[in-house]
């Protein structure tokens, strides 16, 4: 079946934070919304229909994780991955941040220190300083277009470090990191007795160039010394559904996990997390492989649009995801001018590189997961900013 991914749909009246937040954070109407990272396609059929068939049910009583639940997470992390999982390495989470929170909850102490690499999804030092952690910030390195680590910077700043939260893939740079790079980390977390928590959340959306290595699927140090954070909802566009997961091969860690969990009274999950994420992962290939598809034309769209029209912001290639990176040092502009430029001049709303940390100043992050026809539309808009810059 081919899907059509061109279909606008109007979201409006549906309370999306896309949507709905450019009025309350820009306190306008006029941008066209391409950041928050959900897709603005139509979620996956096949999810929309088990979700309707359950309903049809009427009854929406409290529900146990499904049977399918378990073999559809087994069956996709061996099929996609070749991770071996069992039930008991696996626990419901609320969401990926609320996962990550709660490990800093249980395996960190007020005062401890936490490294992220940054740029990072901003939720990773504010959910460490929200519980009095301290953050290091760890910068990755831009070299020739792609982002990587400075491994002697990370080796020396680890040191004191009592947990790192890994973005992998990673958000905003879309980097797929490779095997002998979480290698690397996986030998000086354990060699230093720093605990990796690893957020997976974007790993179904890697290219299909590039090699999604689950974290804990590197190394025997990565096995025992980490915790993965997953979830469908990037992927098949559900991430309102609340849809995570965790996996923590490492007995004794899961079973301070799952503590952490009843603590906070999260576990129970939620029946449409179970039927969503079944009817995702059994029946998802083919969708997924259509989407990648359409979300990577896009990006050679937009980049070449931009070598030839704007040439002053650069396209930093993600290999995985529909989040896509912007240099725009090149325009030369203070931030707060840039941030003016995509607004009043460009009318988009966009976010804020600096957001994602100090060395995010003079980029912008662009949301490419929509109908060809909105990208070209803010393509325009972009080129007619730049013409009268
Ligand atoms: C790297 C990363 N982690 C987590 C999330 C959000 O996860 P959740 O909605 O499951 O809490 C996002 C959303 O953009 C993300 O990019």
Redesign the pocket.
């Known amino acids: 079946m081919r899907y059509n991914f061109d279909e606008v749909i109007d979201r409006s009246g549906t309370d999306a934070e896309k949507v709905e937040g450019v009025k309350i954070f820009w306190n306008r109407t006029d941008l066209l919304p391409m950041w928050v990272?959900d897709m603005d396609f139509r979620t996956a059929p096949f999810i929309v229909e088990a979700l309707r068939e359950r309903l049809d049910h009427e009854i929406l009583g409290y529900t146990f994780r499904s049977d399918a639940w378990y073999d559809s997470i087994i069956e996709w992390l061996k099929q996609r991955f070749e991770w071996n999982v069992t039930r008991e390495m696996l626990n419901f989470s609320p969401?990926?941040?609320?996962?990550f929170t709660m490990a800093i909850q249980q395996f960190t102490q007020p005062g401890d220190k936490i490294m992220v690499q940054t740029p990072v999804?901003h939720?990773f030092f504010l959910s460490a300083e929200r519980n009095h952690r301290e953050v290091v910030y760890n910068p990755l390195k831009l070299v020739d277009g792609r982002y990587e680590m400075d491994m002697p910077l990370f080796e020396a700043q680890i040191k004191d470090c009592k947990m790192l939260i890994l973005?992998n893939p990673q958000?905003p740079s879309g980097r797929v990191w490779t095997k002998d790079e979480l290698q690397a980390i996986a030998k000086i977390c354990y060699e230093s007795n720093v605990l990796v928590v690893s957020?997976e959340?974007?790993a179904d959306l890697t290219f299909p160039q590039y090699r999604h290595y689950p974290f804990a699927t590197v190394s025997e140090e990565a096995r025992i010394n980490s915790i993965t954070l997953m979830?469908p909802?990037?992927a098949f566009n559900m991430?309102g559904l609340?849809t995570?997961y965790a996996v923590i091969p490492n007995e004794e860690l899961c079973k301070r996990y799952a503590e952490q969990v009843a603590i906070n009274s999260v576990g129970e999950g939620h029946l449409f997390a179970f039927l969503s994420v079944a009817a995702a992962y059994s029946q998802g290939t083919d969708w997924l492989h259509q989407v990648l598809a359409y979300v990577q034309e896009n990006i050679d769209y937009m980049d070449s649009f931009l070598k030839v029209h704007v040439p002053k912001i650069k396209v930093i290639r993600p290999q995985a995801s529909y989040?896509v990176f912007l240099d725009c040092r090149e325009l030369g502009l203070s931030q707060e001018n840039l941030l003016r430029f995509f607004e009043d001049g460009a009318h988009l709303a966009l976010n804020n590189g600096a957001m994602f940390g100090a060395n995010g100043e003079g980029f912008m992050r662009i949301n490419v997961g929509c109908p060809r026809v909105t990208l070209e539309q803010a393509m325009k808009q972009l080129r007619d900013a730049f013409l009268t810059l």
């Open positions: 990272a969401g990926v941040v609320p996962g999804y939720p973005c958000n957020d959340i974007h979830s909802s990037k991430p609340s995570s989040l």
